[in-house]
């Protein structure tokens, strides 16, 4: 789904009351996957955004017992595992050359260059944490604390 389908189907919906907004864009399939994560398990910010902003529950897991936050995460863990692999390919038919620089103004720049180069996955997962929503998992995570 494009971000500009989503929002032409929530803009559809705006009409409806809040209650039938919600149930709407937390609806779950037969896994207990709602919109959410299904945006996140894919690295879809625009979509990620447009589901929160109407209304859609961050704290929510699926049958599995993952959240939108776990799936962007595993996302990016398989994004890091499938660029790690390919350079390793890339690696293994010539010889590697080796630049070493002392000081900290290299190490500064590299810290400067990671951070750029920050995953999707990374990317969904930073914006949720960081979204006004994401007390909702907070608060579920430690009820969770207290039942254990």
Avoid: Y
């Amino acid at each position: 789904m494009t971000p500009e389908i989503l929002s032409t189907l929530l803009q559809k919906i705006s009409s409806l009351d809040t209650a039938q907004r919600t149930a709407f864009v937390n609806h779950r399939n037969h896994s207990g996957n709602t919109p959410l994560h299904w945006a996140a398990l894919n690295t879809h910010l625009d979509c990620v955004k447009a589901l929160v902003e109407a209304g859609a529950d961050v704290a929510i897991k699926n049958d599995a017992g993952h959240d939108a936050v776990f799936l962007a995460e595993r996302a990016a863990w398989s994004a890091a595992a499938e660029e790690e692999e390919g350079e390793a390919d890339e690696n293994a038919e010539e010889p590697q050359e080796i630049e070493m620089t002392i000081g900290e103004e290299q190490g500064e720049g590299q810290q400067q260059a990671d951070v750029g180069e920050m995953s999707a996955g990374r990317q969904v997962v930073e914006w949720l944490l960081s979204s006004e929503k994401a007390a909702a998992l907070e608060s579920s995570a430690t009820e969770g604390e207290k039942s254990a």
